[in-house]
Each structure stands twice: as C-alpha cells, then as structure tokens.
C-alpha cells in the first residue's frame, strides 16, 4: 500500500479565506504532483515537480501555488478561496525512471 | 496535446462475467500506460502499469494490454464479482504527468 497522505480529507470554508492542503510521502519518492478533479470530470494535472525547490505548472491553469522544501512534503496554498475552487484534490507521487504514480486519499474542498 | 478517451462511459453486467473496458489516445508517444481503480470519494488505487515497451500486464483477474501503433488500451476483467463495483480510470505517462480519461463507471450487479 502507498504510503502518500493528505490533510484534510474534507474542507468546507468561506470565501477569501487563504487554505493550505497537505501532501506528504514517505517512499523517498523525488517527484510529486498535484491533480484537480471536479465532480464526474477527469483529473487535470495542476502542479508537478521534479525534487527539492522544484515546481512546474500542469496542463490545467490554476490559481493554486506550490512549494517544494523537503523531498516528503508537497504543500498546495490557495491565498483566497473562492466557490470556482470547490473541487477534489488529489496528490501523488512517483520514483524517476519508474512512472508509477501512486496517489494520496483526496482533499475534498468546498468553498462557500 | 495528449487526449485520452475511455468506452463506454458506464457498464452494469451480472456478477460473474467477463468485460473489457477500452481507452484510446491520441499521442502514441506515451511513455506508460497506467489503469486505476477510483472508489466513491476516495483516492486512486494502481491497478496495472504498462510501459511503452511493453504489450500487456497481469495482476490476478486483470489483464491490460497495450498497442501504441493504434493507440489502444484495453482492461480485461474475468469473472467479475461485485466487489469490482467502482470507477475505472486510463491514463497515459507523459514526461510530466499523467493524462486521464473520465472513467467507466462500472456496476457489476450480484
């Protein structure tokens, strides 16, 4: 089983507010990626990187920025939620020259 | 830009038979081909991993095969058992990230 965390698995909070969503690894994975998946739609790939103070913008544009200090740890900061984010969030991982990704259990974030 | 389309979109079959799922792509430069299982509200599980050199992959009742010369994928289910209930999702490895498909809703009924 993956070990690739997330927190919270459920937000719900209120317009303009700044959130931070959680991702973290422990397979010593050097890269990592962020996927955005809306209700009955295909997952869009958002932010990758390739290892420590690495990040890359994904196909889908996205107002969402990312950070990269330490190799296990992946953070997502939205600086002013607003309703267009309410969507499922979805980090995962992967070993260079291995493109298995394996994926974290979602953030499911509501913005109201 | 890669696109990656899945048939049929939802499939609901008695317990017990045997199903393809199919996906397509446009790019045939995909450096994998993975297939996931998506459960309500929950994250994605790996089933199988194709790569690019590869033809196709067996993990118990699953079997996926791959032909980049027409940009095909298929996952071929056996003996299906209500527990293989879920969303099943394509995705094709590029040199970033992954491009999905919507999924085939799959109901097998008991």
């Known amino acids: 089983e993956a070990d690739i965390y997330q927190t919270p698995r459920y937000l719900v909070i209120g317009t303009g507010k700044k959130i931070t969503l959680e991702c973290s690894q422990t397979?010593?994975?050097?890269?990592m990626y962020w996927y955005q998946q809306d209700p009955g739609m295909e997952l869009h790939l958002i932010h990758y990187?390739?290892?420590?103070?690495?990040?890359e913008k994904g196909d889908l544009s996205s107002e969402s920025t990312v950070s990269r200090i330490r190799t296990e740890h992946f953070p997502l900061t939205l600086e002013s939620a607003r309703p267009s984010h309410t969507s499922q969030y979805l980090c995962?991982?992967?070993?260079?020259?291995?493109?298995?990704?394996?994926f974290g259990p979602g953030t499911r974030l509501t913005v109201t | 830009k890669q696109e990656v389309t899945q048939i049929p979109a939802a499939l609901s079959v008695p317990e017990g038979e045997n199903l393809v799922l199919n996906c397509s792509f446009t790019?045939?430069?995909?450096?994998?081909l993975q297939w996931f299982r998506q459960d309500p509200g929950k994250g994605l599980t790996s089933l199988l991993l194709?790569?690019?050199?590869?033809r196709e992959q067996t993990s118990g009742r699953l079997n996926a095969s791959l032909d980049k010369s027409s940009g095909r994928s298929t996952l071929y289910i056996a003996a299906s058992q209500p527990g293989d209930s879920a969303t099943y999702l394509c995705?094709?490895?590029?040199?970033?990230?992954?491009?999905f498909g919507k999924g085939t809703h799959l109901i097998i009924q008991p």
């Open positions: 995705a094709g490895g590029g040199a970033d990230g992954l491009t």
């Open positions: 397979m010593g994975h050097d890269k």
């Open positions: 790019d045939s430069a995909i450096y994998n």
């Open positions: 194709i790569q690019s050199s590869q």
């Open positions: 990187s390739y290892g420590v103070n690495s990040t």
């Open positions: 995962a991982s992967s070993l260079t020259g291995s493109s298995e990704q394996y």
